[in-house]
């Protein structure tokens, strides 16, 4: 089964795909983005920057949503994914900027 039913922070009882089905599924984007970038498919990059944040930080959001699955929870990762990204690429153009000095 892939689905659970765990109890949510107000108590009720909610039924939800599991959550070490996002962190497996996280894992292989990681490891086959890896692979096809080794073989110069770079295509595979996309998995590592765009999809495999998403499915490892999904269920941690979800769990501050009270574990339910939600439209809500979904625009939180992708917002919260992005800016991460934004602060790790500004970090990056700080730290370049110093060794240029």
């Known amino acids: 089964m892939i ?3 765990v109890e949510a922070l107000n108590g009720n009882k909610v039924t939800r795909i599991k959550s070490a089905l996002f962190w497996w599924a996280g894992l292989a984007c990681i490891v086959g983005a890896i692979y096809l970038f080794s073989d110069g498919i770079y295509g595979g990059a996309a998995l590592i920057t765009i ?3 998403c499915l490892l930080l999904y269920p941690l959001i979800r769990a501050l949503f009270g574990g339910k699955d939600s439209i809500g929870a979904v625009v939180a990762t992708v917002v919260v994914e992005e800016v991460m990204k934004n602060k790790l690429k500004n970090m990056g153009k700080d730290s ?3 060794r240029k000095r």
């Open 51 to 53: 999809l495999a944040p």
């Open 3 to 5: 689905y659970e039913t």
């Open 96 to 98: 370049e900027k110093k």
